[in-house]
């Protein structure tokens, strides 16, 4: 009954892959995130989505591009990876029906790129 | 958003309470306290928040001050799994919004 999930956990591949990291939530929600925690434990903002159309798209190269196919999947695929791109990347949602509007956050994927 | 100050990080001893303050001299009239936390290697998790009024949930209670300028979050009896890494931000009540981390406060509780 995991309210939001990541696949995988853990992700090692080599520069230059394509690769891509799924989320799904299964709490109703209508909006959906995606942030970055880098190596020195601040995490930010990279997009956004409501109802499946992107709101947010914070100064992230192109190579990122987020996939939305329904309200409950919000997936990133990197194209070229680089090593700047090793960090953990944080799945989260949210309901803008609800007045408390907190934000349920996934168990992470830790990327390593070598 | 508005700006916030923390401590980097506190101590407290299991079974006592933690008080973690945060500053946010800025804050307009619209924008709320959030208090998230991350426990290490995990999602952020919330934890409680409020507007003007201080609040209780089964985690935490939140005590803000009159003029709004600051506020407490209390955890009134740390345990050991309170070990976390706590944010409190400033923000304008809407579900479309993503959230702002600053660099938090890192809680160690000693057994």
């Known amino acids: 009954d995991t309210a939001v999930s990541q696949t995988p956990k853990y992700l090692v591949t080599q520069m230059g892959n394509d690769k891509s990291i799924k989320c799904e939530q299964n709490l109703g929600h209508d909006t959906m995130y995606w942030y970055k925690q880098d190596s020195k434990k601040f995490l930010k903002i990279m997009f956004s989505?409501?109802?499946?159309?992107?709101?947010i798209n914070e100064t992230v190269p192109n190579r990122f591009s987020p996939k939305s196919p329904d309200k409950a999947h919000l997936n990133l695929h990197i194209n070229s990876l680089e090593l700047g791109d090793s960090a953990v990347y944080f799945c989260?949602?949210?309901?803008?029906?609800?007045?408390?509007?907190?934000?349920?956050f996934g168990p992470g994927t830790r990327l390593t790129v070598l | 958003d508005a700006k916030t100050t923390q401590p980097t990080s506190m101590d407290c001893a299991e079974g006592r309470a933690a008080n973690l303050p945060c500053n946010h001299s800025t804050i307009s009239g619209n924008e709320y306290v959030y208090w998230y936390r991350q426990i290490h290697s995990q999602g952020p998790q919330y934890i409680i928040h409020?507007?003007?009024n201080n609040e209780t949930n089964e985690m935490a209670s939140l005590i803000i001050t009159e003029d709004r300028k600051s506020s407490t979050l209390i955890l009134p009896h740390a345990t050991l799994r309170d070990t976390a890494v706590y944010y409190c931000?400033?923000?304008?009540?809407?579900?479309?919004?993503?959230?702002?981390f600053g660099s938090g406060t890192r809680l160690q509780v000693q057994p």
């Open positions: 931000i400033v923000r304008v009540e809407t579900g479309r919004r993503a959230l702002t």
């Open positions: 989505y409501n109802n499946k159309e992107l709101i």
């Open positions: 989260a949602s949210s309901s803008t029906e609800r007045s408390l509007n907190e934000q349920f």
């Open positions: 409020g507007l003007k």
